[in-house]
C-alpha cells in the first residue's frame, strides 16, 4: 500500500561486516516534509487522493464482443486497492466500425459497454480512485481483416508497416 509516512532503520556496516543502527536502536519517524507524489491533487473539479496514476494500456482482458469483464474489472479494482489515485483504462479503446480492435481493446462502439464502464468505475471507486479511458481512432494502425471488414480510415494513402492496410 502507498503510504503518506516512512519509517527506517538507520543502518550503517558495522567492523564486523554485520548492520547494525548508528546508537544501537532502530530510527523510525514521520517524514516531516510529506512527498508531493502523495498529496492530493484537484483538477477542473475532479479530486485524486494522490498523484500516483497508471496509464493506459491494453492488457488483453477484454470479453467477446469487446467488452470488459470481471476480469478486467479487477485488475483496475486491485490497483484501486493498493493505493492508486488515478487509474487509466482502455488502452486505445476503438471508437468507430471503421477502427476495429487489432490489439484487444475495449469496443465503445456500441451503447452494451456502459454498464461494463458503470461496474469498472463503481468498484475503483470504492476503494478512493478515480477512473480515466482512452479513447481513440485507430487510423492505419488497425486492420481491415477483422470485425466488419471496414476500408481503413487515415489522414494518408501510405501503407500501415504492421498489418499491410492501404487507407480509403
Known amino acids: 500500500r502507498i503510504r503518506g509516512e516512512t519509517c527506517w532503520r538507520s543502518l550503517q556496516l ?13 530510527v523510525c519517524a ?11 491533487l484537484e483538477l477542473k473539479g475532479i479530486k485524486l487522493k494522490n498523484r500516483v496514476m497508471s496509464t493506459s ?9 469487446g467488452m470488459p469483464g470481471l476480469r ?30 487489432a490489439f484487444g481493446q475495449i469496443d465503445v462502439t456500441r451503447d452494451e459497454v456502459i454498464p461494463y464502464f458503470q461496474e469498472l468505475a463503481d468498484s475503483v471507486h470504492e476503494h478512493g480512485a478515480a477512473t480515466m479511458i482512452q ?34
Not at 75 to 90: D, N, P, R, S, V
Not at 138 to 166: I, K, N, Q
Open 14 to 26: 558495522g567492523t564486523t561486516g554485520k548492520r547494525s543502527s548508528t546508537n544501537g536502536s532502530s
Open 72 to 101: 478486467y474489472r479487477k485488475y483496475h479494482e486491485e490497483k484501486a486497492k493498493g493505493g492508486i489515485g488515478l487509474t487509466m483504462f482502455g488502452g486505445s479503446s476503438t471508437v468507430s466500425l471503421d477502427s476495429p480492435s
Open 135 to 168: 479513447l481513440t481512432h485507430l487510423g492505419w494502425r488497425t486492420s481491415d481483416t477483422v470485425a466488419d471488414w471496414l476500408p481503413v480510415v487515415a489522414p494518408s494513402r501510405a501503407r500501415e508497416r504492421a498489418h499491410r492496410s492501404f487507407s480509403k
Open 30 to 40: 514521520s517524514v516531516s516534509k510529506p512527498d508531493p507524489l502523495l498529496a492530493p
Open 57 to 65: 494500456h491494453a492488457p488483453n482482458y477484454v470479453e467477446a464482443g
